[in-house]
């Protein structure tokens, strides 16, 4: 008998695996927009706030939500935690 995968559980659970993945880089994130407020730096200011926002944004990536299969959810990496 096959294993029948829930794919609604397994997309949330990939979800909260982003999220604590992402906590410590909008911490990060935190942590250098204070330096940028500090030093008035208003173009490092908007970087860092697109950013976060890609960072928020990451568990509505498409190659998390079009995933079909339970293989493709677990190679999925939203574009915002590539290289991060």
Same mark, same amino acid.
């Given at each position: 008998?096959?294993?029948?995968v829930? /794919?609604?559980? #397994?997309? +949330?659970?990939?979800?909260?695996?982003?999220?604590?993945e992402?906590?410590?880089?909008?911490? =990060? *994130?935190d942590?250098e /927009?204070?330096? #940028?407020? +500090?030093?008035?730096d208003?173009?490092?200011q908007?970087?860092i706030?697109?950013?976060?926002q =890609? *960072?928020?944004?990451?568990?509505?990536?498409?190659?998390?939500?079009?995933?079909?299969?339970?293989?493709e959810?677990?190679?999925?990496?939203p574009a =915002? *935690?590539?290289?991060?």
């Open positions: 008998m096959p294993i029948i829930n /794919m609604q559980k #397994a997309v +949330e659970i990939k979800k909260d695996m982003i999220r604590t992402r906590t410590p880089l909008l911490a =990060a *994130l942590i /927009m204070m330096r #940028a407020i +500090e030093s008035a208003t173009t490092k908007s970087e706030s697109a950013k976060k =890609a *960072l928020r944004d990451a568990t509505k990536d498409p190659v998390i939500t079009n995933a079909i299969t339970p293989e959810l677990k190679a999925a990496v =915002a *935690l590539v290289g991060a």
